[in-house]
């Protein structure tokens, strides 16, 4: 069990897990910065292999769990598990066959203080769903309730100011954004390769994610429907790269260059808040809920709707006047 260094610099080992009923092997990867974490990590899961539940903390089965899910999750998704994994605290000494309902309840009340119910469900279902690799129990938690979410959707004058303060790199990932609804992971995961200049569309296929080591690259979208190509205007053509990445910064640098711009304007939204902007024009303007899911890669109508119960000023305003002539018509009788 000798780990191989990677182009990357990181460590890489491969230990057997199981076969499967057909008799093929099967083996797990482990990847470290270093070749002793790497081995430490081969070591445990070895360790942890033959466990039954009757000798397994939560620790170890969080541990078993990870090392089996790391090929098919994204890094980000191991990134943020692992980063989850301490929050847990004392449950994590107890044998999983004598975790209760009330451990868990316990552990919900605790957690919510000071936390979103969103970010508090996250972590109860990474937490069973590891026990539920490992026993058949079945638990009953109640959780907070969850508070009305308000995004701050920019405007038509608030993308015209960001717009205009933008430097040339930042002009394109706001239109990218605001006006094509891409996310910050979609933006920097572009190539010039994905143009296609003669039919004016982009081709959307490819992620930046955050993993343990560090901002990778990776094919497979966030899910399966952000694999799309869609329609760009000829104002956006013209400043696309002909070669190399559309934007060859991270994500975070989206992030931190436009809360400089945003803190300048004195506004409040985030650079994701301009994929709701984008969502909301369309929908205004009578685009079919299908398309508009379909051309934000979205796998179902929901966020949409959520982007209806917080339209932007521009559409509110006109609507609001519409509510108060109608009120008006009906009163005065006509």
């Given at each position: 069990?000798?780990p ?12 057997y897990s ?10 797990v ?17 070895q ?11 939560l ?10 899910q ?24 107890l ?5 209760t309902?009330a451990?868990l309840?316990?552990f919900?009340?605790e957690y ?15 937490l ?22 308000r ?20 002009k ?16 920097c ?11 004016m ?14 901002w990778?690259?990776?094919e ?22 002909t ?13 931190k260059?436009?809360i ?14 301009l994929r ?59």
């Open positions: 069990m000798t191989k260094k990677l182009p990357s610099g990181n460590y890489r080992v491969q230990v199981h076969k499967d009923p057909d008799g093929k092997k099967h083996y990867s482990f990847t470290a910065p270093t070749r002793s974490e790497c081995l430490r990590l081969a070591v445990e899961f360790r942890n292999r033959d466990m039954t539940p009757a000798e397994m903390t620790n170890d089965a969080f541990d078993r769990w990870l090392s089996l790391e090929p098919i999750l994204s890094p980000s998704t191991m990134r943020e598990y692992r980063r989850l994994k301490p929050l847990f605290g004392s449950l994590l000494s044998r999983v066959d004598r975790i309902s451990d309840q316990r919900v009340s919510s203080i000071g936390r979103k119910a969103k970010t508090v469900k996250n972590a109860y279902g990474f069973t769903s590891v026990l539920s690799t490992y026993t058949d129990k079945r638990f009953k938690v109640k959780f907070p309730q969850d508070a009305p979410v995004y701050s959707i920019p405007d038509k004058n608030t993308m015209k100011a960001l717009l205009d303060m933008a430097s040339p790199d930042m394109v990932c706001i239109m990218l954004g605001g006006l094509y609804g891409l996310r910050r992971g979609e933006i995961g572009l190539d010039a390769s994905d143009i296609d200049r003669e039919n569309t982009l081709h959307i296929h490819c992620d930046v994610v955050k993993g343990s080591a560090g990778v690259k990776k497979i979208p966030k899910t399966s429907t952000s694999d799309r190509i869609i329609p760009i205007d000829v104002g956006l053509l013209g400043l696309l790269p070669e190399g990445p559309i934007y060859p910064k991270t994500p975070d640098r989206i992030t260059t436009f400089k711009y945003r803190n300048a304007l004195g506004l409040t939204c985030r650079f994701h808040d709701h902007y984008s969502a909301s024009i369309r929908s205004a303007a009578g685009f079919p809920v299908s398309y508009n899911v379909a051309f934000h890669g979205w796998k179902s109508d929901m966020m949409l709707r959520k982007v209806y119960d917080n339209v932007n000023e521009d559409i509110r305003k006109e609507y609001d006047a519409k509510s108060v002539a109608l009120a008006s018509d009906y009163l005065s009788g006509n």
